[in-house]
């Protein structure tokens, strides 16, 4: 499973840095085109999250979904590689870009659900994150290198090419089971279950959506400053990713 979260977060780390330069140095839209592409594809991303969610509390399949995301973003980041075409974008971003953002979710999910099993603590899930942390450490430097020898086209088949090893990773060393049960018991303690779960969701909620909002704006301006005011090359972008 660390494996597998690795693999995809190398692969979002290498577009993450560079999306906004493609949109305005490839694309050549304005800053408030780039805007509007960052609000469709988040709020896009929200409800498809939102749809999955349910779709996998019902059937606990969660290796299908996965499998399913990774599947999205081999063919959408493949095909951000041969437009160019903002509406062609914006249309790949908020369908199959939507449903890959899904992954990292779901693989925590997936680990929550086989490590309860095993009765192992959630501290373990937890220790996954350090994968994400390694990843996005040396995801930018493999970006800078795609770019350098690729432009913005090799950085979209190198991350296609990294959820292609995701998937082959899932087929091969998953897991046969079709579905994992996994019974949220966290608040089974409490009198009042339905309050206390509302209250969390809530306060979770607001701090998920002001980190994301911080991050959205961070990830879109700072490599456009970076190149356009300071005057900097695109490779000094995943440079300071990494250090990041």
């Not at 190398?10 to 839209?29: E, G, M, R, T």
């Not at 009765?119 to 350098?148: D, T, Y």
């Not at 090799?154 to 049960?181: D, E, H, P, R, T």
Request: aromatic fraction near 14%.
């Amino acid at each position: 499973i660390a494996f597998l979260l690795f693999c995809c977060q190398i692969a979002a780390s290498l577009v993450n840095p560079y999306l906004s330069l493609f949109l305005a140095q490839d694309i050549k839209v304005s800053s408030e085109e780039i805007g509007i592409f960052v609000t469709l594809s988040s709020i896009s991303a929200m409800v498809v999250s939102v749809l999955v969610a349910k779709r996998v509390d019902r059937t606990k399949h969660y290796k299908r979904w996965i499998g399913i995301a990774i599947s999205a973003a081999i063919v959408g980041y493949y095909l951000y590689s041969i437009v160019n075409s903002y509406v062609a974008t914006v249309i790949i971003s908020t369908t199959l870009i939507a449903i890959a953002t899904c992954l990292s979710a779901l693989i925590y999910a997936y680990a929550k659900a086989l490590f309860d099993q095993n009765n192992v603590s959630e501290q373990k899930v937890a220790s996954l994150r350090i994968f994400v942390s390694l990843a996005w450490v040396i995801g930018p430097l493999f970006g800078m290198i795609a770019f350098k020898y690729g432009d913005f086209e090799g950085i979209f088949k190198a991350c296609s090419f990294g959820y292609l090893i995701a998937m082959i990773v899932l087929l091969l060393l998953f897991q046969k089971n079709k579905c994992v049960n996994y019974n949220v018991n966290v608040f089974e303690n409490n009198t009042n279950t339905t309050n206390t779960k509302r209250i969390y969701v809530l306060i979770y909620f607001v701090i998920f959506v002001t980190l994301q909002m911080v991050n959205a704006v961070l990830n879109t301006k700072i490599p456009l400053y970076i190149t356009e005011i300071l005057g900097y090359e695109n490779m000094y972008v995943g440079w300071l990713s990494s250090f990041n």
